[in-house]
């Protein structure tokens, strides 16, 4: 018997970087919970993104957020389980993409941290003009991102994502920031292709794309965990990429 469904988000449930949701998914959560199946969200979002997008159900599934970092127990208010980039971590990729001038982006529960509106910011930046205010993800735009993070309170990070349109600087990147310890880098070997809206033309962006997250903060783990948790097996769950 099925206890547990673990649904991914983006180009499965929702298309890709919006808050779109059939709503008849909500109606389904509904009855999986009555049948006493647990629904969790899995996504690379952060936690105010997923929350949006489920509002209506909330109180009835589970929030794993930054792509494993973090999952949240909404029924009784609580974080069950993190694993965060630090802020000296956090610092550390950061000097490495400022060395080698390429745009990067740092993901908290709460924000997104850029100095410009590029790549996947922008694309963000551009969903956010269709949507009500409760719905737009939260971009926070900064002069310098390493002043910014040095004097946030801050020292919990869910990712970090780099982006460029050169494959030639994006790999070099890459194989400085394999030099880096703890961290797990994604590897994504083609572009990222999304389609903004420019005037009245629909216009293509493309670009290389990674995420890093700490060490060991993967989907799969977070999964993991939250079926120790609940004390189920693994052949009673079902996983939706």
């Known amino acids: 018997m099925i206890k547990l469904i673990a649904s991914d988000l983006d180009g499965t449930l929702l298309q890709e970087g919006t808050m779109d949701i059939n709503p008849e998914i909500y109606d389904i959560i509904h009855k999986l919970k009555a049948k006493g199946i647990v629904f969790a969200a899995v996504s690379g979002r952060e936690y105010d993104s997923i929350a949006r997008v489920f509002a209506p159900v909330k109180d009835d599934i589970y929030f794993i957020a930054g792509n494993g970092s973090l999952i949240y127990d909404i029924q009784n208010d609580q974080i069950m389980y993190e694993k965060f980039l630090n802020k000296q971590k956090v610092l550390e990729i950061a000097g490495i993409c400022e060395e080698n001038s390429i745009s990067y982006n740092i993901y908290t529960e709460e924000t997104i941290i850029a100095k410009q509106l590029k790549h996947n910011v922008l694309y963000y930046y551009k969903e956010n003009l269709k949507k ?32 460029d349109e050169t494959k030639s600087i994006f790999n070099s990147v890459l194989r400085k920031l394999g030099t880096v310890s703890d961290i797990d880098i994604l590897d994504v070997s083609h572009m990222s292709r999304k389609t903004i809206r420019q005037g009245t033309e629909d216009v293509d962006i493309e670009y290389f794309y990674t995420e890093i997250s700490i060490k060991g903060a993967d989907k799969w783990t977070a999964i993991e965990y939250l079926i120790n948790f609940l004390n189920i097996e693994k052949e009673e769950v079902i996983a939706i990429r």
């Open 132 to 163: 009500e205010e409760k719905n737009k993800t939260s971009i926070t735009l900064v002069e310098d991102i390493i002043d910014y993070i040095k004097s946030s309170d801050n020292n919990k990070f869910l990712k970090i994502t780099i982006c």
